[in-house]
């Protein structure tokens, strides 16, 4: 129940099209959702987050969509662009608040092509 | 400026030799995490400290151990490091409601 099941493992998108990755969980105390971005040799960055009493956020190029009901998260890019081929993850955790843990998902390894 | 630091960013050990890893912060957050990521792997939760409470995972080995003498630095002990351990090592800071950041890791090679 504390798993976050993340797809696709891998992802190729063409430049200026959209990136989609999903995200789903089992546990209704996750109350924190952040999306994480990697690039190969560095440490994980936060790319945006959204809490559960909100069905969207937008910055910039990315949207992250909440479905609290079907329990699934998604990471939208719009016009990709090369500089996006990253790994992504998706997490979740609960008592954010009280300093909960994050529950990462397995990871979607993003390529744009020019 | 750097605001979660690791060293080394490389580290070479030898199989049984037991090996320290640093994190420094500069953020004054309250809480610090160790991760351990191998290839193509999410960041695995290794232990983390809220304050000065430790909090160790379930499943973390006996061989990995940690310490927080102050605020800003946390240390992870491998005790016996086995082929097995050789990932990349990520601390992440917290201030507790907000964002983890995490630091650049330290790359551990077990020969």
């Known amino acids: 129940q504390q798993q976050v099941k993340q797809s696709p493992q891998s992802l190729i998108v063409q430049k200026g099209g959209i990136s989609i990755i999903n995200c789903a969980y089992e546990n209704t105390a996750f109350d924190y959702f952040p999306w994480y971005q990697q690039f190969p040799g560095k440490g994980p960055a936060l790319l945006i987050a959204i809490r559960p009493d909100v069905s969207e956020k937008k910055e910039g190029r990315f949207t992250i969509s909440f479905n609290k009901s079907a329990k699934q998260f998604s990471l939208h890019i719009m016009d990709s662009q090369p500089g996006d081929s990253a790994t992504y993850f998706c997490?979740?955790?609960?008592?954010?608040?009280?300093?909960?843990?994050?529950?990462f998902g397995q990871g979607t390894e993003l390529s744009v092509k020019p | 400026d750097a605001m979660v630091i690791q060293n080394p960013r490389y580290q070479v050990t030898q199989f049984g030799k037991p090996v320290t890893l640093s994190c420094s912060q500069t953020l004054n957050h309250n809480v610090m995490y160790w991760y351990q990521q191998k290839s193509s792997q999410a960041p695995k939760l290794l232990f983390h400290y809220y304050d000065k409470d430790f909090n160790n995972e379930a499943d973390t080995p006996d061989n990995f151990q940690s310490r927080r003498p102050n605020t800003s630095f946390c240390f992870l002990d491998i005790r016996s490091p086995g082929l097995g351990d050789a990932a990349m090592y990520l601390c992440a800071t917290m201030e507790v409601g907000n964002e983890q950041f995490f630091g650049p890791g330290t790359r551990l090679t077990v020969l």
């Open positions: 997490a979740a955790s609960t008592r954010h608040n009280q300093g909960g843990k994050l529950i």
